[in-house]
């Protein structure tokens, strides 16, 4: 009997020990609820942070490719405004060739209508040429209108927009669209992406847009547009008097070229042909020597951003070697009096990367620093649900009430895997600006 009784005396004594048992489970259960809940919300705020960073990165990639694609693009303007001039000079010189053409012809008339026909066609070439040239110029690289101008003012429009505010502007945008309630920004960079790029001050630099522009040009543009020709029907004045038998006869001597004029502020072109004879210098015993004997067709033109200078500067294409048709074709350089060859902005100011503030001038990065943040009483912890009380109420101590996350985006230069594999450096000439995310540092 006194088992029995020891025995039921034992009974509910486990209960005391399941009871805190269950008590520290609960509370484990909290801690791991609350914990997974953190967790999670920092997980989610760490992938809009990176989202927001790669996608400011991307924005500003695309600001540098913008740049490459408008340096370009004024190439291309350059170069038009090029082809304009020059065409303009040979509409002219072949409108001066006919017709002196057609007056030479008249001692034989029945190449007379032809040559007659031709200097039609030809003049009415040289007006529409002119006057398509001359609208062409104004639209191209009119000051503060032109395509050119549109494009460089763009530029700097766009390289504000991708600044540390356009970048936190960016972020925060894509970081709402995960979660309206996040927030994000971006770090200030002390000026870094200011200096990552420079906008060109001053000749030197422009001389460098300038040799693109030349490097671009065709090889009728480029010049020297030259023709020697010998004219074995034409005996020289030294006929059968020299031992040099290239000075018994005349020669059809053709020059002409483009050139942009030191200043950086005018295109010329310039188109010349005469014939040359060989005359003897002195009496007998003397030497002879070449010179100019007819002019025989001209033409030239210019785009300046001022009153126009109409005279030919340098000696593009040694157009000079026509010193008579070379100063007959200044004379003619004005034409109808057309306002767009006036209308010249000159070499742009355009950006490019500013090789001299950057640790690898090779290869350079910038980059964009995110912070991202939510607002502790927006994670779903226990607390937050208000489940317990008391001694199983868990506080959690976020910094300043709220979850932080931060994240890194650069932008690198590299052609792309399709490209041929070669080599290239960075320069804002070439849109091959990328974006990636970097370790924060």
Known sequence: ???????????????????????????????????????????????????????????????????AYANRAIVAQEVAVAQAVTLTSWAK?????TDNARVLAAAWPPAAPVLSAAASVASTARDLTERTAADEIEARAAPGTGY?????????????????????AVANEVA???????????????????????????????????????????????????????????????????TSFSRWFRYWRKRGGTEMSPDLERWQAVDTASIHDYRRSGWFFSSCRQREWLPVGWGSAEATDSAPLNAV?????????????????AASMPGHGYIGFERYSGIERVRELDYGALADPRFPVTQVVVLARSEGRDVRTANALNVGTGRLRLFERFAGNRLWAMSVGEVYFRRPPGAPDRIEYASLYNPYWQARLAEPT
């Open 93 to 97: 010189y072949f409108e001066r060739f």
């Open 1 to 67: 009997m006194e088992a029995v009784r020891s025995l039921r005396g034992q009974r509910g004594q486990a209960l005391v020990l399941a009871l805190v048992l269950m008590f520290a489970g609960l509370l484990g259960l909290f801690f791991m609820f609350g914990t997974g809940q953190v967790s999670a919300s920092k997980q989610r705020l760490n992938n809009a942070a990176d989202a927001a960073a790669y996608s400011a990165a991307v924005w500003r990639a695309r600001v540098l490719n913008f740049h």
């Open 176 to 242: 709402r669209a995960n979660d309206p309630g996040f927030f994000a920004f971006a770090l200030g960079d002390s000026g870094a992406y200011g200096r990552f790029t420079r906008r060109y001050a001053s000749d030197d630099d422009r001389r460098r847009l300038q040799g693109v522009v030349n490097d671009s040009l065709d090889p009728f543009v480029k010049g020297p547009r030259r023709d020697d020709l010998r004219l074995v029907l034409l005996p020289s004045s030294c006929f059968g008097t020299t």
């Open 313 to 329: 500067l340098g000696n593009p294409g040694r157009t000079w070697d026509n010193g008579a048709a070379t100063w007959l074709a």
């Open 148 to 168: 050119k101008s549109l494009l460089q003012r763009s530029q700097e429009a766009l390289q504000l927009a991708a600044d540390t505010f356009g970048m936190g």
